[in-house]
């Protein structure tokens, strides 16, 4: 059965408010969470941009659910940092804790004030820090020279098990090369086609790990209202690589984004103001062989969001009776 999950946005909802909110989701049957580890929000609009580490402690403590972080090794994180956080957080809450680990954006990584390299030296640089994370988290002495440099470091507190390190893509050329580390992979939701492509592409290059998808909706009972939040806060949202990975701050973002049309935002957000529509729409993503779907509600206030979801939606979604009557 595909778990059901709440994305938690560190970029558009103070942390105290958020923390909130992952508790009223997992009373209201989010079966799990996931948010980003960013320094800036994708607009000036959103606002926010809490520190995704500090978050995940509280959340784990004060939850029972298992929760994921989306991070980028390598330039703003030195990966024996990562390794240490990641180990951490499995050693607290063993079996609750996954990391995704991508190649990053420039919005996040400028700050360090280093050359932000192209996506080919990103990938290589990811690829290292995932081998440096792998080998402290199983208990070696990590020494490395490369496009990242760790010097004789080890984890003093490690888990018995080491937490899966997931893979981010959104093509199918990223899912094939990441199935060779990946002990999964994560994407968000785009056109059916680009969807299957992306998942054969994984599973054909040995990629063996679940399958999660992050969705972006905008619900709320009057459909014009509906637009007007997808519209307002995730129009910055709807670009394609490169640009999206390029850009360097949450003014760029917004400039680039003065001329989306409500239609682009429709084609990244699935807008409704019908649980039914939504039951629909997100039944056909899970169908696609999703093993977890992490909702995202892009308005800044969750609470109707997570009590309508829990309610209507989520029932429909999980339940064996009503799964087996999708088309």
């Known amino acids: 059965m595909t778990t059901i999950g709440f994305h938690a946005s560190h970029e558009q909802v103070h942390p105290r408010d958020l923390l909130r909110a992952v508790r009223r989701a997992e009373e209201a049957g989010f079966g799990a969470a996931m948010c980003s580890d960013h320094v800036a929000p994708w607009s000036e609009r959103q606002g926010q941009s809490g520190f995704a580490w500090s978050w995940l402690g509280a959340a784990l403590a004060t939850t029972e659910m298992r929760f994921g972080v989306v991070n980028a090794p390598g330039q703003r994180y030195h990966p024996a940092v990562v390794a240490q956080a990641i180990g951490t957080l499995g050693a607290m809450f063993p079996g609750r804790f996954w990391a995704a680990l991508g190649s990053g954006e420039n919005m996040n990584e400028h700050i360090t004030g280093e050359r932000w390299p192209p996506k080919d030296v990103r990938d290589a640089r990811l690829e290292e820090c995932v081998d440096v994370i792998r080998r402290l988290l199983d208990g070696h002495e990590v ?143 899970i169908d696609l062989g999703f093993d977890e779907v992490y909702l995202h509600h892009v308005g800044v206030e969750q609470d109707d969001f997570i009590d309508t979801f829990g309610a209507h939606v989520l029932p429909q979604l999980t339940s064996p009776e009503t799964v087996g009557d999708r088309p």
């Open 143 to 285: 020494s490395h020279d490369g496009l990242v440099t760790v010097d004789r470091a080890r984890l003093w507190t490690r888990p018995e098990t080491p937490p899966p390190l997931i893979g981010p893509a959104v093509t199918a050329a990223t899912a094939r090369r990441l199935a060779g580390w990946a002990d999964g992979i994560v994407t968000i939701n785009q056109d059916r086609a680009s969807l299957v492509e992306l998942l054969e592409g994984y599973r054909e290059a040995g990629g063996t790990g679940p399958a999660v998808l992050q969705v972006h909706l905008s619900w709320h009972r009057d459909r014009a209202t509906a637009e007007r939040i997808a519209m307002d806060q995730w129009r910055t949202n709807v670009f394609d690589p490169p640009v999206c990975w390029d850009l360097e701050t949450p003014e760029h973002f917004d400039v680039a984004a003065g001329h989306v049309r409500l239609e682009d935002v429709h084609e990244a957000v699935v807008i409704a103001d019908s649980t039914e529509e939504h039951v629909e729409r997100l039944g056909e993503l």
